[in-house]
């Protein structure tokens, strides 16, 4: 099995993306995944400032996909998610839609433990999806923490181990990049963050 290394990441779906590999249509392939904030937040005193969103929401890849051509539609099947480690979560004030209610910055780093996040005394079921997940877009590069046509940061919690996600090629090889894996989300981040995870894809 091809297995895409933690450290073969973009910041934005891009025609121009040196692929990590490639691959035959139909193959079983592994992303190594960092989280959203690329690793740099280790404690609960780390931050995530504006100046670092330059590195917001890696994408382990993009894969050229051989035989992928512009008018195809790509489907990835995801087999199987697997969060690493920590999850950790950070919000603060002007974060998200509740943001305005807060009144400082948090930091948590969340235990996983046989399926569940252990937050205090709640334990929370894990329903680890794919935050990220595109392919090069049409025209110009999109960074990572925007949603498009191409996908890109579509934090939809169905995207999940059994899904299958259909995706447009504009570019030959297509361009597989995925990452910012969430080990649960809800319906959206009202606080600009889920549970962020490493992960096995």
Partial sequence: MRIIPRHRVV???AQHSQPAAQVEPGETVTFLTEDCYSGTVR???DRFPSSKMHLANPATGPVYVRGAKPGDVLAVDIIEVKPVGKATMLTGPGKGPVGYKLTHDEVMK???RRGFLHLGERRIPMQPMI?????APRRKPIANPWPGEHGGNMDCNVIRAGATVYLPVYVSGALLA???VHAVQAAGEVGICAAEVKARV
């Fill in 131 to 135: 935050g990220v997940i595109g392919v």
């Fill in 43 to 45: 404690t609960t005193r």
């Fill in 178 to 180: 995925l990452g910012d």
């Fill in 110 to 112: 969340i235990p996983m």
């Fill in 11 to 13: 910041y934005a779906m």
